[in-house]
């Protein structure tokens, strides 16, 4: 997605599967009250469909005064890495395998 196509909207109820919205959306409104997350992981659909793992870190953030003001959510795409995970695994249990 481009910048003018995201901004304004919903993260959660426009890019998260419904099934995962609601702890998605709890890790946000944590985050707003001061309480940040790290290493949450969550599927995200792409524009074109697909889906990609993500791993999401969500920081408060405040003005001068320290109130809070919003939310910084820096995500990362772990698909690749998951599936690398996936076949070391498959790997070691063929090997172990009688």
């Known amino acids: ?3 003018e196509e995201v901004m ?4 959660v109820q426009q890019f998260i599967t419904p099934e995962h919205r609601a ?3 709890s890790v ?10 790290a290493n ?3 599927p995200l659909i792409t524009k074109a469909g697909a889906r990609i793992e993500v791993l999401l870190n969500a920081t408060t953030r405040r003005d001068e005064q320290g109130s809070i003001i919003g939310v910084v959510g820096i995500g990362q795409d772990i698909t690749g890495r998951l ?4 076949e070391y ?4 249990d063929t090997a172990n395998a009688p």
Request: glycine share 6%.
């Open 1 to 3: 997605y481009s910048s």
């Open 8 to 11: 304004g909207k919903n993260l």
């Open 23 to 25: 702890r998605v959306q």
């Open 28 to 37: 946000i409104d944590q985050a707003l009250a001061g309480e940040e997350t």
């Open 40 to 42: 949450f992981e969550f």
């Open 83 to 86: 599936a690398q995970e996936r």
């Open 89 to 92: 695994t498959r790997l070691i």
